[in-house]
């Protein structure tokens, strides 16, 4: 088992820190990145896969500074941008063996590993299909079959369900969860559903600090009490939303039913409801009530 640990990181630009005092240390197991788009997941992830080099602190795997480590990190690393790069016009075959040419496997070993990973990601029936002919969500699973070719002990995957249908988000989130029982696997997205059912601990950033750890279950806790049901008219529904956090909105009849977050009862008549993930991380990212 690998210990990936980052130590007082930061990344600077001219004028703004993307990445600020990041101490954190990853062993065996899924972690899901949660932030807006903006809030510093991918500068980390870079980071983290030796992409970009931090402007302050360190960043080490089993206590050495991966900055030199050269290959041998790389050999451990697994890594799969948002946006990655193919050859249109290559085969689903093609393109790992290409891959796998890169990553300098031996042949035997890797047309057996191409066979293994087409079948893992459900892509055995189109090995012979163009790229240019497959859907976004088979290009992702494609992504993450060449990300796994050397079978990384360490897997850094960066909004991999973007802009994947429910069906194929699903899908991609059970390969995912498979992989996490033995090996390091960080996953960034801003979609809370992406990650509470496979996470194994949740990390919130917001501008470019990570601001919450935990469990799904210890990161709900921390908005007990705070979620609130409230049904109103529309005209109170709107004066409600600029008021607080609104989590859920929907017509009940002549009424709105809101779902609210508050630290105190947002009116009189309001409920109080258990918690979610998605509730916890508005709460914690999002300004809160009035002033």
């Avoid at 980071?47 to 795997?61: F, S």
């Avoid at 189109?126 to 992504?143: D, E, H, N």
């Avoid at 973007?162 to 899908?171: C, T």
């Amino acid at each position: 088992m690998h210990e990936l640990k980052l130590m007082d990181v930061w990344k600077r630009y001219k004028d703004k820190d993307a990445v600020r005092e990041v101490d954190y240390t990853f062993t065996n197991g899924v972690y899901g990145l949660l932030g807006e788009n903006g809030a510093g997941k991918t500068t980390l992830m870079r980071l983290i896969c030796g992409v970009m080099q931090p402007t302050e602190g360190k960043i080490c795997c089993d206590n050495l500074e991966i900055s030199g480590m050269g290959a041998e990190y790389r050999k451990l690393l697994g890594y799969l941008p948002q946006e990655f790069g193919f050859y249109p016009d290559f085969t689903a075959e093609r393109f790992l063996r290409y891959m796998a040419a890169l990553k300098a496997l031996p042949k035997d070993d890797a047309e057996k590993r191409i066979e293994e990973l087409l079948t893992m990601v459900e892509l055995k029936n189109v090995r012979r299909k163009k790229l240019k002919t497959f859907s976004g969500g088979m290009l992702r699973r494609i992504g993450i079959a060449q990300t796994l070719l050397n079978n990384p002990e360490i897997l850094v995957l960066d909004e991999p369900t973007a802009g994947l249908d429910p069906k194929e988000r699903v899908r991609f989130r059970n390969i995912i969860s498979s992989l996490g029982k033995d090996r390091i696997v960080l996953l960034s997205t801003h979609i809370v559903s992406d990650i509470e059912y496979i996470a194994d601990r949740i990390l919130i950033m917001k501008n470019g600090e990570l601001i919450q750890e935990g469990t799904e279950a210890e990161i709900i806790e921390k908005v007990k009490g705070h979620v609130w049901k409230c049904i109103v008219s529309e005209k109170e529904a709107e004066c409600l939303g600029q008021r607080f956090i609104v989590s859920n909105m929907r017509s009940n009849g002549e009424n709105v039913e809101l779902r609210v977050i508050s630290e105190k009862q947002p009116m009189r008549e309001a409920e109080l409801l258990d918690g979610t993930l998605e509730d916890a991380y508005l709460y914690e990212t999002q300004s809160t009530e009035e002033t």
